[in-house]
């Protein structure tokens, strides 16, 4: 499991063979081809480059680990590339021989733009490139997460702006951690929302923050009841486990789900009745959570009941407001899809959106895969001979897989107050000093040469 050799598609391995006679040089890149966003917010590269990549990651034990499994797995004793793989021991102490170009993380791309692209730095081994393939390709799945959690958070962005105050950073939480395909799938697809936001429950993204972007505490979240504390009471004494969350817990924000048998009955009864008493005198914000239903009906539903019980105040853009110690979060089947269809049915019956976050899990971590934005890693340009060739692929069957040629550059176009206004992929050989290529060096040889701190990275997904 801990072997870059095997860390590739089984074809892989014949691919040394398959090259033209005297090829010394194979240079790929990575794009977004369009598909769900005209934007990708590019993340996760520098996980892949430290966890994997940096450093000596090839030894002869793991050649030869190789070279039986290949041996086994295809039936044939020469196919692996044994001397391959022994030249980069002896060569480079087991580092790897390429060099990595990419945009920082965190900016804000169109599609059918290069993210990053890759090529080998010794003629032995061109090969090399196009095998790393399988690995690399896998920063589709943080930058679609990074991508769509940036898309909600502009229709957060956009109901705020007209109808409420809040700041949107803890209006979108990852509840995706249980519905995740892998640890490792939800560290690297929970600290992609975190890009954008500052709420989670999915502790592995945090942690993955914090070990590969030196993030300090990037995220935060709240005391929380779930079905099984709040149906352990039993369903007669449902009001004594909603107490006895304002108990526990009397000076803090805590969210309390509400919907295990009847969500109106709760709100207006136990909620609003019963318990509204500790509910208004308390110190900390009561968050009251639907789990159920359409997510539009339900929550015009519960907060009008809520605005009958605890009554509102219309704020300075004339929308209603519950009392500062009331809130609600919709957890449940919330995406890019259903989260405006609810903002919307709010705003168009008077209320803010301040009186709503959301939650999103298999949603917001799981419902994508690697052509929701179409990303490619295709190879552009090969040395044969001594001589650079463009090469590039143009299926008749579908124009929208024509890949790229040559060795490309990334470039924005900036207007006259230098705000950038326009991204353009064309040859990296066009960069003039005045005319930068955004695609920068961050790795080679074996070395991280540059180290992005996840601070950083969340100031250039929000200055756009």
Known sequence: ?????IKA??????????????????????????????????????????????GQVVSYDKINEAKEFFKAHLGNDKIFNYEGWSYI?????????IEIKAVLEGTIVPTQNVLFTIENTDPECFWLTSYLETLLSKVWYPSTVATKSWYQKQVIKKYLKDTGDDIPDFKLHD???????????????????????????????????????????????????????????????????FENMLDQFPDALVAVVSDSYDIFKAVEEYWGEQLKEKVVGRNGVLIIRPDSGDPADTVLKVINILGEKFGHVNNKKGYKVLPPYLRMIQGDGIDE????????????NDWSADNLAFGSGGGLLQNINRDTCKFAFKTSSVTVDGKERDVYKDPVTDPGKKSKKGKLGLFNIKNTQGNIIGWHTQAASDETEAYKNQLQTVFRDGELLIDQAFEDIRKRSNDK
Not at 212 to 240: C, L, N, Q, R
């Open 175 to 241: 509840f995706g951690y249980r519905g995740s395909t892998s640890e490792e799938s939800a560290a690297i697809g929970g600290a992609a929302h975190l890009v954008n936001f500052k709420g989670t429950d999915t502790t592995a993204g945090i942690v993955m923050a914090q070990k590969y972007y030196g993030a300090e505490m990037p995220a935060f979240s709240i005391p929380a009841a779930e079905h099984s504390t709040i149906t352990a009471w039993g369903k007669d004494h449902e009001v004594d486990a």
């Open 337 to 348: 899809v259903t989260l405006p269809q609810v903002l919307n049915r709010l705003m168009a």
């Open 1 to 5: 499991m801990n072997n870059i050799i």
């Open 89 to 97: 021991v002896k060569k480079y102490d087991g580092k790897l021989p």
């Open 9 to 54: 598609d089984s074809y892989k391995a014949s691919h040394w063979k398959q090259y033209p006679p005297k090829t010394t040089g194979v240079y790929s890149y990575f794009e977004s081809r369009g598909g769900m966003y005209k934007d990708i917010v590019f993340f996760g590269l520098q996980y892949y480059l430290k966890k994997y990549l940096a």
